[in-house]
């Protein structure tokens, strides 16, 4: 399904200025909404789901939702790339709730299209600086001791269209390039013990078996620390957009290293310098020069509700602010909540697992009294890493970056609910 919202419509280009209101009682001991009427017909007189039998067992293919879910969907933004077989699709965060990402609603992102592989035809090989080179079958590498993880999985371009100010109206589309999974496969460093690495190693090739040839250089440290070489998510093969069957996991790191369709690595003792981590994946600061090797995604979070595309609907009263938190450097300690833009913060409530290195759901519940709201999310890390402001993050690296911006969003909401993306300065 394809979405294409126009960069000049429907969302606030500039820079909000002062006199922000908040307008809002924390919340209380208000009740969280008003009963129906007696008498509403939908619970007094019988409906057709109450009368007739449904489908049977095998009347539905596997995984269909609701047809009242349908639009629950990754969506694409066309004129953001060139061409449908090296773009982008976004997680649908606002109607997504816990930190699990289901397997068909994750991002995707190629650089030449799905590959699809056999996998009783799939090897992985081994080669380089080490004792003794080795091809591994699918059936060989499920022989290792087997680990089940969760963690995220952010593209370093996520959010890459607001370093230059609010472009993109909906979460979707901000920051929907983020999963969140538990991923079933063996530890690369177990792979790499098989093989032996010799003394000179210190690098690792990771390539791809997709027609891009897919490559990235990670340190030897890493890839021993808890990189895995996963062949199953959320308890099932990879989906072939993610890489089926074989992927790697690089925890906390940007998703571009996350090699999919993994064919070969190839032990160095020095970085490979391909393409994705020159050209591509570096951050361009504002006198020219380019960070490289930015490979841990910061602390950074998002309200996903209310959000443009999940706008306030049942009018005043008892609201719950949901939304999303996550760092490359461990597990949030925190989560703070603003409604006026940053003047004041409430500790927002982190509930479900607080898991290291994934998503982290966090709820704020307030009674809103119809008056316009600014809202933003701020996220603070095990480490003590505060988000910063999109302002400050600017100012310490320019505007010409497209890679890990974890600027503070956020979201205006007008007296009649509706949601849009905004800047304040």
């Not at 694409?76 to 699990?100: C, K, Q, R």
């Amino acid at each position: 399904m394809t979405d294409t919202p126009s960069k000049g419509t429907a969302t606030r280009r500039g820079f909000l200025k002062a006199g922000l209101t908040g307008g809002v009682a924390l919340a209380g001991a208000a009740a969280a909404g008003r009963a129906v009427a007696a008498g509403d017909p939908l619970i007094t007189e019988v409906q057709d789901w109450n009368r007739y039998p449904g489908d049977g067992v095998d009347a539905r293919p596997y995984g269909t939702p609701s047809q009242f879910e349908a639009g629950v969907v990754r969506k694409n933004v066309a004129w953001l790339t060139a061409d449908p077989i090296s773009s982008v699709n976004f997680t649908p965060l606002h109607e997504l709730d816990g930190i699990i990402t289901p397997s068909g609603l994750c991002f995707e992102r190629h650089h030449a299209g799905i590959a699809e592989i056999d996998p009783a035809s799939h090897r992985l090989m081994i080669n380089g600086l080490v004792d003794k080179p080795l091809v591994f079958t699918m059936a060989d590498l499920k022989r290792f001791p087997r680990h089940n993880k969760v963690y995220f999985l952010e593209c370093a371009a996520n959010s890459g269209m607001e370093w230059r100010g609010a472009q993109l109206n909906g979460c979707q589309f901000t920051h929907g390039m983020i999963h969140c999974v538990m991923y079933t496969g063996v530890l690369l460093k177990d792979i790499l013990a098989e093989a032996g690495v010799t003394t000179a190693g210190k690098w690792v090739l990771a390539e791809g078996a997709d027609a891009s040839a897919m490559t990235r250089s990670i340190p030897l440290e890493k890839a021993l620390d808890d990189c895995m070489v996963a062949f199953a998510m959320n308890g099932e093969a990879l989906r072939p957009e993610q890489g089926y069957p074989l992927r790697l996991v690089v925890p906390g790191w940007e998703g571009n290293m996350w090699v999919k369709w993994l064919r070969r690595l190839e032990v160095g003792d020095q970085p490979w310098q391909q393409r994705e981590e020159t050209s591509k994946y570096t951050d361009l600061l504002a006198n020219g020069k380019a960070r490289r090797f930015t490979w841990a995604m910061d602390v950074k979070s998002v309200i996903t509700s209310p959000s443009p595309q999940a706008p306030i609907t049942h009018g005043r009263g008892r609201t719950v602010l949901s939304g999303l938190a996550w760092s490359g450097n461990g597990t949030i300690k925190r989560v703070d909540v603003s409604v006026d833009g940053g003047r004041n913060w409430h500790t927002a409530r982190i509930d479900g697992p607080s898991l290291s290195l994934a998503l982290h759901r966090f709820y704020y519940e307030f009674d809103w009294d119809g008056s316009e709201l600014f809202l933003q999310s701020r996220a603070i890390d095990e480490q003590g890493f505060v988000q910063p402001t999109k302002n400050a993050l600017r100012a310490a690296r320019g505007e010409n970056s497209i890679y890990h911006n974890n600027g503070i969003q956020t979201w205006h909401v007008s007296k009649d609910g509706v949601v849009e993306n905004v800047e304040i300065s």
